[in-house]
């Protein structure tokens, strides 16, 4: 008879832990957060956006960008960005693989308010009329 109600504690505490465990990584927020581009208009794509302290960082594989951002409701306003002006060169001759037509891409929907949509705690779609981003949330 005890055994049963140790097994069955045991068994509680794994439960309780388990639905810890989940609700954390459903935490939804852009808040102090690092993400890899998963795609840019459906596409593979590369490059990473930081959120921190009220700004928004973002990188397209060539130049950097920044500025303000604030959400609001499921929207994300962005201020006016600051970037660098690189000239990238492709690493090969394919002129879809040019980091510049990625980045082009990423920017365009950068420069307009984003909508949000959460696929998961751990996947985001921004997206506007000029298109979408796809993010997956890196440590």
């Not at 939804?28 to 581009?37: A, E, G, K, N, P």
């Not at 409701?73 to 600051?82: S, V």
Request: proline share 5%.
């Amino acid at each position: 008879m005890a055994a049963a109600a140790i097994r069955l504690s045991i068994a509680a505490l794994a439960l309780v832990g388990a639905s810890c465990t989940s609700v954390a990584m459903e935490q939804r927020s852009l808040s102090d957060t690092q993400w890899s581009v998963v795609a840019i208009n459906g596409e593979p794509a590369p490059g990473s956006i930081r959120f921190r302290a009220g700004q928004l960082s973002a990188n397209f594989g060539c130049n950097r960008a920044s500025g303000a951002y604030r959400v609001v409701g499921d929207r994300i306003e962005i201020g006016p960005m600051a970037a660098t002006q690189m000239a990238c060169e492709p690493a090969t001759d394919e002129p879809t693989a040019h980091p510049m037509r990625f980045e082009n891409m990423g920017f365009s929907v950068l420069n307009r308010a984003l909508n949000v949509r959460w696929m998961s705690g751990n996947r985001v779609i921004l997206s506007n009329k000029a298109g979408s981003i796809e993010l997956r949330r890196t440590p």
